[in-house]
């Protein structure tokens, strides 16, 4: 470029030199002046394009984007060099744009750009704040929204409970097992728990949004179904131990309670080997009649009649976990402990 701009500086030069022999250094300034502007303003104009102008703006570092013009306005450029070279003599032209003016430019570019620049920043900042405005309201929005779905499913689990509750009630006259009434009322109620279940699925996957996988629905179903089987089971349990009140009979009784604030459980360690299942099953059912008088076999017998799923399943537990161990012992072994700890959760004498 320069070497162009250098050809055409030394042909013009020959025929303006004798013309502009006479001018003064005003005058000269006056005639360089409009190709000056010319080259500064199309090398603003190509800066203003650049990607990053804003930020050049902003932080004061136009480098980059003034580089960018320099390459594209290399005419504008050599016209600035020859009509100094015309002016004051053949070489000044280069050493003019390459020094004094190029210094200057970031100025002069600064300068040119600032209105538009300083409207870009201010619509930018208008537009961030609306955004900001925008994002804030639909936040309240998604929580307002996330508190109605979780009441929604908070009503569906309470409906849920509101079935199986009357159905257990139904059967609980019956000779089966907590479990068994458990496993009978969930099916009558089977619709009621869907429900549920799948109004707390939904609060799940609205909670996570967009990373939710539904590859985790099974596990979270299962999870949740497992919950309510143990809450009706614990409330089979409950009312199976808390039915029609007994009178007195010639038979000893006692007070299925303990003094407030005192521990429930053996003071020895019949019920502490114990699986924790097997104890919190019998403590439940020896604490459902508190502060009534029951038939003390009654209430021994039905502890462990209806412990009798947990009592069994320690025993497997034990089989399994036991090399060289016989399920039969391992029952009597488990029901033996079940029968010694759960006389001494009521104080029933051997």
Not at 246 to 272: Q, R
Request: proline content about 4%.
């Amino acid at each position: 470029m320069w070497f162009h701009l250098a050809v055409i500086a030394s042909v013009l030069l020959g025929s303006a030199h004798g013309t502009f022999a006479q001018t003064t250094e005003q005058q000269k300034r006056k005639l360089l002046l409009p190709t000056i502007r010319a080259a500064t303003d199309c090398i603003s104009r190509e800066a203003a394009r650049h990607p990053d102008i804003l930020n050049g703006y902003r932080y004061n570092n136009l480098g980059p984007m003034i580089g960018e013009g320099w390459r594209v306005c290399t005419n504008a450029l050599a016209e600035v060099a020859v009509m100094h070279d015309s002016l004051h003599g053949a070489g000044t032209g280069l050493i003019f744009v390459k020094g004094a003016y190029f210094e200057d430019l970031p100025r002069a570019v600064r300068t040119r750009i600032q209105s538009e620049m300083d409207r870009r920043i201010a619509a930018l900042d208008q537009a961030e704040a609306v955004a900001r405005a925008e994002q804030a309201r639909r936040e309240v929005e998604r929580q307002q929204h996330l508190e109605s779905i979780e009441k929604a499913a908070d009503t569906l689990r309470d409906r849920a409970y509101q079935c199986t509750s009357p159905q257990l009630e139904k059967l609980v006259s019956s000779s089966e097992s907590a479990d068994v009434l458990a496993t009978a009322a969930m099916t009558i109620c089977r619709r009621e728990i869907d429900d549920a279940i799948q109004a707390r699925i939904d609060t799940i996957r609205f909670k996570v949004g967009t990373n939710y996988s539904s590859a985790s629905e099974p596990g979270f179903r299962e999870e949740m179904l497992k919950a309510v089987r143990n809450n009706v089971i614990t409330n089979a349990v409950q009312l199976k131990a808390g039915g029609p009140r007994t009178t007195a009979s010639p038979s000893p009784t006692t007070p299925a309670s303990v003094a407030p604030g005192a521990p429930i459980g053996p003071s020895t360690t019949a019920a502490s080997d114990l699986p924790k299942e097997v104890r919190d099953c019998l403590s439940t059912i020896a604490t459902a009649r508190n502060g009534k008088f029951v038939d003390q076999r009654k209430l021994y017998e039905g502890m462990l009649e209806l412990c009798r799923p947990e009592i069994e399943a320690a025993a497997r537990t034990s089989f399994l976990g036991t090399k060289d161990s016989d399920l039969a012992q391992e029952r009597e072994k488990a029901l033996t402990g079940a029968s010694a700890a759960a006389r001494q959760m009521i104080g029933m004498a051997e």
